[in-house]
């Protein structure tokens, strides 16, 4: 009988030991938790490594934990509808375009934990709760919704907040003709949305939205960034403030809104203040057309700008630059802008001293 446990015991080791080569030294478990091998994670796309050193630099930071002993047990490749990245958060803005990225699983300290990322940003996905799904389910349906219904760029709605409440009955307040209802009281949400100065309620729950209706707020904000030193020897060119204007409600998309005021420079109040800026009322009618690609803005400028800045004025261009681009990613989800002048990029270029040719 013992010679039998023995004969066992060796072919189990032996069993073992081919089934690790033929599977390679790669898929043994390294550190603390199951996961990607270390050769594993260094082999995998510069872009999906990014995403997860992201994701890992991030958890990090909010568990307080060491990032060794965060385990990585897969990277997957993804493309999401939109630039949400398939986690809707109140208050920002989003645009409807593609956005390949990755889906990023984890875990530590016992829990997992999935993000979404892409070019670097990453999102924490809502975790385990069914609730977090539906949530974000029903944040979708609405946004979409109410952008079909306004025929509006996905960027110009934004949630503005969601709250849980208790329907009397499966109708949700909107009972349709013919259709049965559970007459119970139903669990749901009143989803709060914003376009353009105007609000927007929904009630949902389970799968189905509805649109209750819309009303005007008090008024609408827009926000633009400004200088407070532009003297070359405060070395401030590039840092700017934002200023947060009330402005009256309009159809006006918020990009354009905001341009408007950029452009025109300071008011008479934000100048007393102290702020200052390349722009003024001579530059109000410069910018010719905003457009986006992806995350790219593309803004057209009227050719005034030799007229608008000295050649030399390299702490005006600065400002220009930090001005326009720092007010753009307020109202628009982008991370680069493209310049052009009258239509031409490379006018743009020579202008700012870029490239040969300058004018």
């Excluded at 990032?67 to 990585?72: F, N, T």
């Excluded at 100065?197 to 939205?209: S, T």
């Excluded at 002048?341 to 700012?352: K, R, S, Y």
Aim: proline share 7%; with cysteine; glycine share 8%.
């Amino acid at each position: 009988m013992k010679k039998r446990l023995i004969r066992v015991a060796a072919v189990t080791s032996l069993l073992a030991l081919a089934l690790v080569l033929v599977l390679g030294r790669d898929n043994i478990v390294y550190g603390r938790g199951r996961g990607l091998t270390p050769a594993k994670y260094r082999a995998l796309p510069a872009a999906a490594r990014a995403v997860a050193d992201a994701t890992k630099a991030n958890l990090a930071r909010d568990l307080r934990v060491a990032p060794d002993r965060i385990a990585v047990l897969g990277v997957d490749s993804v493309s999401f509808p939109d630039t949400s990245l398939g986690v809707i958060e109140p208050g920002e803005r989003y645009l409807d375009a593609a956005t390949p990225g990755y889906v990023v699983r984890t875990m530590v300290a016992g829990g997992p934990y999935t993000y979404h990322g892409s070019s670097g940003r990453v999102v924490a996905v809502p975790a385990g709760e069914e609730s977090a799904a539906v949530v974000q389910r029903l944040l979708r349906s609405s946004l979409y919704d109410l952008r079909e219904r306004l025929n509006v760029g996905l960027n110009e709605v934004v949630v503005q907040r969601i709250e849980p409440i208790e329907f009397p009955d499966g109708s949700l307040g909107a009972p349709e003709p013919n259709v049965p209802y559970p007459l119970v009281p139903t669990p749901g949400y009143e989803i709060k949305l914003q376009a353009r100065g105007v609000a927007y309620r929904y009630w949902a729950a389970g799968d189905r939205i509805v649109y209750v209706g819309s009303f005007l707020e008090p008024g609408r904000t827009v926000t633009v960034y400004r200088h407070k030193d532009l003297s070359p020897e405060a070395r401030q060119c590039g840092v700017v403030y934002p200023l947060t204007r009330s402005v009256p409600v309009t159809s006006d998309a918020s990009s354009i809104l905001a341009l408007q005021h950029l452009f025109a420079g300071p008011t008479e109040a934000e100048a007393a203040q102290g702020y200052v800026s390349p722009f003024s009322e001579a530059t109000a009618g410069m910018w010719m057309g905003i457009r986006t690609q992806g995350r790219t803005a593309y803004l057209d400028l009227a050719d005034v700008l030799p007229a608008v800045l000295a050649a030399d004025d390299a702490c005006g261009r600065e400002a220009f630059l930090a001005e326009v681009e720092a007010t753009l990613k307020e109202v628009l989800p982008v991370e680069w802008v493209v310049y052009s002048i009258e239509g031409d990029p490379l006018a743009f270029c020579q202008w700012m001293g870029w490239c040969e040719g300058g004018r």
